[in-house]
């Protein structure tokens, strides 16, 4: 009669161990979330396949034909769209879930919710729009003759956990602190721009090493993440569709680990955040 362990403090957070809990919440900021993104449009979910598809064609002829990457680079248009996808999923996630809270302050304010249910929801969102581009780049890539291995299939999985994984931290972190200073969402879209071009997804890693070499800025290059995403796509997706001729990155593997490390301290630095800021967001909003 006097055990009040089960008790706990209003207000309190689980963090993300409550998205899991609360799925039944999640599941339904995601309808919401895809419902009000589509809204009055008459395309809806083909946006999904026109927006990237725009992307693909605008680099391929900028960087394939007219600077002549495709002569170089066997099936560039696999090369280049594998990337592509990368690069598409973390710029929506890591956007979004920078605006879930701002998006959502009239949720934020009225109730208390777990408020790592609007980042995930907007992360998990984004894996919606990136599964019709992977079919499409299934589709090329089956075209093109493709023929992974069971552990190329297994690291463009993982590839996507790392991704996800950092995108979500980094959400976490911005969102929080973009709900104190509005001035954070902006500095993503500028973050965005740089990793595009930070990233082998237009470029071979051969032209990175031409130009700084292999020594302490080649690692430094290395450790982003997202350069070790799009290159574990490129040896899932491209590699498979060529005669072997272009060699993979060197030290891949341990560069892969290293991302997933990164991604998981970023994510760990991301929740951290986002507790001790959770507070003070119905005050701020």
Known sequence: MNDVTAFRTPGSSGGLLDVWRRRYLLRLLIHKELRQRYHGSVLGMGWSYMKPAVQFVVFYFVIGVFLKMNRNTENYGIYLFSGIVVMNFFSEAFSNATRSITDNHALVKKIYLPRELFPVAS??????????????????????GWHPSLLQLLAGVAGFAVLATFALGLGLIFGALNVL???????????????????P????????????????????????????????????????TTNGSFATVPHLG????????????????????????????????
């Open 181 to 199: 200073y509005r001035d954070f969402e902006n500095l993503v879209d500028l973050i965005l721009v740089v990793a595009t071009w930070a990233s």
């Open 254 to 285: 341990m560069y892969a680990v290293l991302a997933a490390v990164v991604s998981l301290v970023i994510l760990g630095l991301g929740q951290l955040t986002f507790r001790r800021l959770d507070g003070r967001f119905a005050q701020e909003l």
């Open 201 to 240: 997804v237009l470029y071979t890693w051969k032209l990175v090493t031409e130009a700084i070499g292999t020594g302490w800025l080649w690692s430094l290059y290395q450790l982003n993440p997202l350069t070790s995403v799009v290159e574990i796509f490129h040896w899932t997706f491209w590699f498979p």
């Open 123 to 144: 992360v998990i969102v984004s894996f919606v729009h990136f599964v019709p581009q992977l079919i499409v780049l299934l589709v090329g890539c089956f075209y093109s």
